[in-house]
C-alpha cells in the first residue's frame, strides 16, 4: 500500500464521493499538494480502509475524492506484540512510538518504572499521553498503515505485570539476561508483551516483581541500546522471527 493515508472518523458514513477537510484536508492539500487523479486511502486507524482517486483540491483544506472502493478491513496480527515502555526523558518518549510504530507494534503501554526521570503527573502527564498518542496516529500515516497502534493509558509496575501474566510470551530487556530474544522460543498466535526499562535499567524490585507474573529477562544483543530504541530493535527482530515480516 503505497497510497498516501488519511484518518476520517467513520468509514461506514463514506459514499461514493467523500470530501476530506479539516486538518486531514489541509495537510493533503497545502502539505501533500495532492492532484486530480492520485490515488489515496482513507481509514479510521482500526483496521478499516477504502482507497479512492482524488477528483479535485479546493482552496487550501479541501479534499474531494471519488471512485473509492468498497471498504476492506484489516484484521489484526498475529502473533501481537505490545511493548511496555518506560517513560524516557525530554522527547524521546515520542521518538521511540514513532520508530515503533513504523516496524508494526500492535500497543504500546508508557510505564512509570521507579527509576524513570520523568513523571507523568496531573495536567503535564495528560499532555505527554496525548503527544505520545498524537504520535502514534501520525507515524502509522507515514508508514502506510491503516491499524494504528494503541496507546495505552500511563502503567503502574503492578499493571505491567498483570499484563506479563497474561501474556503468551513476557519478557523483560535486560543486560543481565541469560538467555537471547533472538533464540527464544516464541508462540505462532496469541500475546507478545516486551518489557523496556527506562535508562537507569529496570530495579532488582520490578524484576521480582515480573518474575513472579512469568516474565524472564532477555538480552538483545553485546551492545546496551538506549531506552528509545530497544523496543524498536527488538520488535523487529520479533516480528521477523515470528513470520509477520515475511
Known sequence: MTAPVFVVDRLDS??????????????AVSVKRLRAGEDVVLTDGRGRWAEGVVKAAEGKDRLVVGDLDPVHEEPPAVPRITVVQALPKGDRGELAVETMTEVGVDAVVPWQASRCITQWKGERGLKALGKWRATAREAGKQSRRVRFPEVADAATTRQVAALLAGADFAAVLHESGAERLATAELPARGEIVLVVGPEGGVSPEELAVFAEAGARPYVLGPTVLRTSTAGTAAAALLLGRTGRWS
Open 14 to 27: 463514506v459514499g461514493p464521493e467523500f470530501v476530506l477537510d479539516g486538518p486531514e484536508g489541509r495537510h
